[in-house]
């Protein structure tokens, strides 16, 4: 997990893991170079080993009910309502046609259903079935990641965690704020 830490100024390229890409140290903005404070670079860690900890977690319980991750995402999406397919691929961050292709599978097995919307028909809204609320209830019921090392956090520990996610993950507000 030293992939923050040990790049130095004679690495001429280091990996980002969250993304698995390849940056030329001189294209990383001087605002990052802070990562070499110990505490800072701690963080970092922390949130690449929490957050594989998560998409592990995700993975298995997802294969447990004959699921992908991504699947289980679609269909985490759906469980406030039906979204258009645009929606889906903002929010997983991927193409359209990765959903098009993903969504098709889906609705074979009976977890999904397109249809078009009502105010445009052009757009087609994924709506999640029984089938697909069941299966992401059996999901979401054994992922033991947000229940094991969050149980460990008094109630206000975890309102506080929330709090200071919340100030440093950029939200749509914050993005528009920025424009």
């Given at each position: 997990?030293?992939?923050?830490?040990?790049?130095?100024?004679?690495?001429?390229?280091?990996?980002?893991?969250?993304?698995?890409?390849?940056?030329?140290?001189?294209?990383?903005?001087?605002?990052?170079?802070?990562?070499?404070?110990?505490?800072?670079?701690?963080?970092?860690?922390?949130?690449?080993?929490?957050?594989?900890?998560?998409?592990?977690?995700?993975?298995?319980?997802?294969?447990?009910?004959?699921?992908?991750?991504?699947?289980?995402?679609?269909l985490a999406n759906l469980m406030a309502g039906p979204k258009p397919m645009r929606?889906?691929?903002?929010?997983?961050?991927?193409?359209?046609?990765?959903?098009?292709?993903?969504?098709?599978?889906?609705?074979?097995?009976?977890?999904?259903?397109?249809?078009?919307?009502?105010?445009?028909?052009?757009?087609?809204?994924?709506?999640?079935?029984?089938?697909?609320?069941?299966?992401?209830?059996?999901?979401?019921?054994?992922?033991?990641?947000?229940?094991?090392?969050?149980?460990?956090?008094?109630?206000?520990?975890?309102?506080?965690?929330?709090?200071?996610?919340?100030?440093?993950?950029?939200?749509?507000?914050?993005?528009?704020?920025?424009?």
């Amino acid at each position: 997990m030293k992939y923050l830490t040990t790049a130095g100024p004679d690495v001429e390229h280091w990996t980002e893991p969250a993304y698995r890409g390849s940056v030329s140290r001189a294209d990383l903005p001087a605002a990052l170079d802070n990562r070499r404070d110990p505490v800072t670079a701690e963080v970092l860690e922390l949130f690449w080993a929490a957050s594989q900890s998560f998409y592990d977690n995700y993975d298995e319980a997802a294969a447990r009910h004959d699921l992908t991750r991504m699947q289980a995402f679609v269909l985490a999406n759906l469980m406030a309502g039906p979204k258009p397919m645009r929606f889906l691929a903002d929010h997983l961050k991927c193409e359209p046609s990765n959903i098009t292709g993903l969504v098709d599978r889906m609705e074979a097995r009976g977890l999904v259903t397109r249809e078009p919307d009502p105010e445009d028909r052009r757009v087609k809204r994924i709506t999640a079935t029984e089938l697909g609320r069941a299966s992401f209830d059996a999901v979401w019921g054994g992922l033991t990641f947000a229940a094991e090392p969050l149980a460990g956090l008094s109630g206000s520990e975890r309102e506080t965690l929330r709090d200071l996610l919340r100030r440093i993950v950029p939200t749509e507000d914050t993005q528009k704020a920025a424009e």
